[in-house]
């Protein structure tokens, strides 16, 4: 495969300043977990599965954590599997937190929310996990040091690549893209104060819609498994 220019660049980059990275190198990862932010269309999921296999040794194991992140923050609590149907990825009223709880339905969410978080924060700590999306960069702002990613895409390239993946209209894939980025959007504001698209929050962000997904993980994966030096990344 042909290497963009600028890809050629980041790697001569990191070759220079980080002289130990490298896939074959022996040394653990530094960075002890990964978080993935992403605009609908992205191929965050497929993002996390690729980086999970490739950080994988016979010793250690990286585990993804993303849809199945409320089953788990359940089970840990006691809690019925049926409450993850009112914690979708977006933001929750304080009407909706309230009557639901006053009428028997749930615990109050914004409880269950914060012990999302702190599940997060808790497998960010024991460290080989990639936490896909609910905000995992500003959860595990507090946690142990991480590699935190964000994907972004021009909106015609993600609509054709939801309508691709989903089988639906190219008009339908780019209106569930808008109303999922919008959700997002609204459940970071709401949860953590922040804007989830200022690129200020993350390590790397990354056009997914222009750069292949194989390059993507082994830039990210270099990142990982070599010793960050401060200076050289202000450098």
């Known amino acids: 495969m042909n290497t963009l220019p600028f890809l050629e660049k980041a790697e001569a980059y990191l070759h220079a300043h980080l002289p130990h990275a490298g896939r074959d190198a022996n040394i653990p990862p530094v960075a002890s977990y990964i978080t993935i932010s992403r605009e609908a269309g992205t191929g965050g999921s497929a993002l996390a599965l690729a980086l999970a296999a490739r950080l ?23 809690l019925p599997p049926h409450l993850a149907q009112f914690l979708p990825e977006d933001r929750i009223s304080e009407i909706d937190a309230s009557v639901g709880e006053i009428v028997g339905l749930h615990p109050n969410l ?41 994907l972004v895409g021009a909106p015609a390239l993600r609509a054709a690549h939801t309508s691709r993946r989903r089988g639906i209209s190219f008009e339908m894939a780019e209106a569930e893209n808008a109303a999922r980025d919008a959700a997002r959007r609204r459940y970071v504001r709401a949860n953590f104060g922040a804007d989830v698209s200022d690129p200020g929050a993350y390590d790397l962000v990354i056009n997914a819609a222009r750069v292949p997904l194989p390059v993507i993980v ?16 202000l450098s």
Do not use: C, Y
């Open 218 to 233: 082994d830039v990210v994966v270099q990142w990982v498994t070599v010793q960050q030096s401060p200076v050289a990344a």
């Open 56 to 78: 994988s040794t016979d010793e250690q194991r990286w585990t993804v954590h993303s849809g199945n992140l409320i089953g788990e923050m359940l089970s840990t609590n006691n």
């Open 110 to 150: 914004w409880a269950l929310i914060r012990k999302t978080n702190e599940l997060m924060r808790q497998l960010a700590r024991g460290g080989h996990v990639i936490l896909l999306g609910r905000g995992a960069r500003f959860a595990t702002a507090d946690a142990a040091p991480g590699v935190h990613l964000r």
